[in-house]
Every structure is written in C-alpha cells, then in structure tokens.
C-alpha cells in the first residue's frame, strides 16, 4: 500500500509513523509535515526525529501550511509539551528536510502515480489536504482513500465541548476535505476513547525492549498524563495510529457510510462534525465514519509492529 502521512507530531502521531514504518505491507512515499500540536518548525523536526528513532534516515519529510487555510494557529503545547514529543531526549535529526512545499508533493506524487493507488493518511488539521485539492482538484479523482483521524460524534470534543482538535484547528480545511469526493474514512474520538494506553500495554510496549519502543514508552508516559486527569482513566486516548491500524487490519473497527458535514459559522461549535447517523437527512454520505474498535486487537498489531523497527 501506497500511502503519505500528514501530520502535526505529536505522541500519538509518532505512534502512527512507528506502526506505518514496522509494517512491510505500507510503502511510507513520504511524510508531510503541518502546524498543529506545536508550530510547523517543530512538527516537521519531529517527524524527522521518529523516523530516525525508527532506523529510517531514508524517509522523505516536507514542511507544509504553518497555518490554517483562513484562522489564527491555535497550539496544544498543553497536552504534547513545548518541543510537541516531550517525554524522550530529543536530538537534532541527522537527515535533512526535503526541498519543496509538502503540497507539491502531494500533488505531484498524485498526478505520477496511477490513479487510485495512493492512500492519504491525514492525522493532524487538514490544511496541506485541502492546499493540494485547490492547487490541483483532479486529485481528489486520484485519491485511493483519506484516512483521517478527526472529529467526533456521539464523543463531541476534546479541545472544545463539540469539537475534536484537529477539525477545530481548520475547520475550513476539513469542510474542503470531506467535500472533494474522494472516498474517506472518519476515525473519529468515539473510535480512539476506546484505545487507551493502560499501564499494562505501555508495560507490554517497553518489553519490546528496541530503540523505537523504549522513545514511544517514554512519549506515552509523557503524554498520557493530560488525559488521565482530565478523563480520570488508566492511561489515555491513543489516538493517531488507529488510522494506520486501519489501514492494515480494517476488520478490528466497525462503523457505517454517513453525510458528515463541518461547522464553519458558529463562534460556539465551530470545527463540529456534525455526522447524521441516524440517516435522517438526504445529504450525500460522504465518509466512512467509524465507532466501534478491537482495542485488544489494535494494541497487539501495534506492539507486533514497533517490534520490527530494528
Ligand atoms: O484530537 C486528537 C488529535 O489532535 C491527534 O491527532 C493529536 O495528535 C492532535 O493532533
Ligand atoms: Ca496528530
């Protein structure tokens, strides 16, 4: 499987790189970088830092939009820390950033490649996503499929009351996105709420006992703190690898084809994803959107894979 990994590391998201790198079914074409978590300076060094963390100097990363399309950055140095992967000690990544804009290659990669070949994995807000689809809009006809991790609907929000942080960031992106037609599956916070990152999982993850595995021990110890408080649980939402996850194994979630539609106006529900679905409109289903989760399963692949990162 061809796929590109938009994203704004971020702990999680560096799970989702280990997942995608450990499994010899993804052919990673690169890794695009985008402000998010923290400012895009340090979202694209981390990407570089994971991969390198992971043995693979060899992955190409480019730096996107370091803002959304139409709004003010708004950060999560809270959750993630002031580096955006706090937890391990960090090193200045010893492999260079690419030439060009990470929308080009997006487009670029799209337009080479065969039609309905490449898979975008977007898991930060979706601003390069919806870059690329006004540079060059035949490639939503190009798209295998967008698999996102964003939103939320019987869950609501996490960053506001009703909505998740990566849609609330760039809520006009996200409508763009999940308005171009190209088939695109939803991992939304009613999917990564089940995945949480107990003690006895980090502990099964730290067994694992290589490089990658002990920086992803230190990361979740780091990042999970936030949401054991706020949610009073054993661990926290693990929220970005489940994309990959599905990706590779689509038979550990469940859910159904809805209209998914963004809010955009309201000062107090923007970035809402409002999902019907309960089909109790005629508008077009436009996502695959996901609620139910294998989390044992999901934690398994996750832990079979990190342990292939030599
Ligand atoms: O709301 C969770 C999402 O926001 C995850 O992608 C996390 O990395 C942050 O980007
Ligand atoms: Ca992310």
């Not at 996102?148 to 009703?162: D, E, K, R, V």
């Not at 006009?172 to 308005?179: G, P």
């Not at 209209?259 to 106006?265: A, F, K």
Request: proline residues 6%.
């Amino acid at each position: 499987m061809k796929v590109i990994i938009d994203t704004d590391p971020g702990q999680d998201d560096a799970a989702a790189i280990m997942l995608a790198l450990g499994s010899p079914e993804i052919d990673l074409l690169g890794i695009t970088a985008v402000a998010g978590n923290v400012p895009l300076a340090l979202t694209e060094r981390n990407a570089r830092i994971i991969c390198e963390m992971s043995g693979r100097t060899d992955i190409k990363v480019f730096a996107g939009a370091d803002r959304p399309l139409s709004r003010p950055l708004v950060t999560a140095e809270h959750v993630h820390g002031k580096t955006g992967l706090d937890g391990p000690n960090l090193f200045e990544p010893s492999f260079q950033l690419q030439d060009g804009h990470a929308v080009d290659f997006i487009v670029d990669t799209l337009m080479n490649e065969a039609p309905e070949t490449v898979s975008l994995c977007p898991i930060g807000p979706l601003t390069n996503i919806a870059l690329a689809l006004q540079k060059e809009p035949a490639i939503a006809g190009r798209i295998q499929q967008i698999v996102l991790m964003g939103g939320g609907y019987f869950a609501q929000g996490n960053i506001t009351p009703s909505a998740e942080f990566n849609i609330f960031v760039d809520p006009e992106a996200a409508a763009e996105v999940f308005a171009c037609g190209a088939p695109l599956v939803m991992m939304p916070l009613d999917v990564t709420h089940k995945v949480m990152t107990t003690k006895s999982r980090v502990d099964r993850i730290r067994d694992i006992d290589n490089p990658a595995a002990r920086a992803l021990v230190e990361m979740l110890v780091f990042y999970e703190r936030f949401d054991e408080e706020k949610y009073g649980t054993d661990g926290g939402p693990l929220h970005d690898p489940t994309t990959i996850a599905w990706l590779l194994r689509p038979e550990l979630f469940q859910g159904r084809m809805c209209n998914v539609e963004i809010e955009t106006t309201s000062k107090l529900t923007r970035g809402a994803t409002v999902v019907d679905w309960w089909g109790v409109t005629k508008r077009r289903k436009n996502a695959l959107v996901l609620g139910d989760v294998d989390a044992d399963g999901f934690f398994d692949l996750l832990i079979e894979r990190v342990a292939n990162l030599g």
